[in-house]
């Protein structure tokens, strides 16, 4: 099956620096790729898409500035916590798909950050 | 309204039995997408199985099954003979095409909790 590869698996670091999250698909080009955050048992909130080549689609409530993401090539998608507070602490997920009803996401196997 | 609805936030089953997750979805398009992800405490999502909108058969894959009935807009997940193994949590998914107004859409459930019982 399809891999997306995300990297780092964990980070812990000190309130104010900015974290950057990368999201790979291995062995397939993504048309798009999705960027989700989820709090411990509850579903996943979609944060973003992005498409390769423009500016990511944020969703309502998600700070642009805040949470920059630069989808580089149909294989790279970034994302990079500005400044992060305690309060970002989450984990993050992203997946990659292509276009079609019919395609599944194939999700990383996340990022936990922890920012004290 | 919730695009996705899983009724069931935990479920309990024995070992080796058949356990079914509830899932009903809402949407005006003809052509959808259902999936169903498995995420277990190490928090990857696995991507478990697939029943497009125009199938007229029920989607399987080895040990899950999808029970589609599509005038009553359910996707219901059927896992046979459990195992302490598939104790996660389970969403479910529906990815519309996208539309003038909307981008690559997928809606996820809230999820069911399973835990397999020895």
Redesign the interface.
Known sequence: GAVVSQHPSRVICKSGTSVKIECRSLDFQATTMFWYRQFPKQSLMLMATSNEGSKATYEQGVEKDKFLINHASLTLSTLTVTSAHPEDSSFYICSASVDASNQPQHFGDGTRLSIL | AQKITQTQPGMFVQEKEAVTLDCTYDTSDQ???L?W?KQPS??????LI?Q??YDEQNATEGRYSLNFQKARKSANLVISASQLGDSAMY?C?M????SANT??Q?Y????T?LTVIP
């Open positions: 052509s959808y997408g999936f992800y190490s928090g990857e999502m696995i991507f697939y497009g909108s969403f998914a990815r519309e095409l996208p981008g690559n997928f996820f459930g809230t999820g909790s």
